[in-house]
């Protein structure tokens, strides 16, 4: 559960607007995963996709 404690203190850090963003698409990506795990191991091996706000 480690993934998920530092995407949600990463979301925190955000202003409202980028919160709504990546949570839309942290969605689209859930989308193509039958399992939220999965979904999440792949943000942690995958940390430059593009959920990352510039």
């Not at 993934?3 to 989308?31: F, Q």
């Amino acid at each position: 559960m480690q993934a998920m404690e530092k995407l949600t203190t990463e979301l925190h850090s955000l202003s409202e607007m980028d919160r709504r963003h990546v949570v839309s698409i942290l969605a689209e990506i859930a989308n193509g995963y039958d399992d939220f795990n999965d979904m999440l191991i792949y943000l942690e091996f995958y940390p430059n996709h593009k959920i990352l706000i510039s």
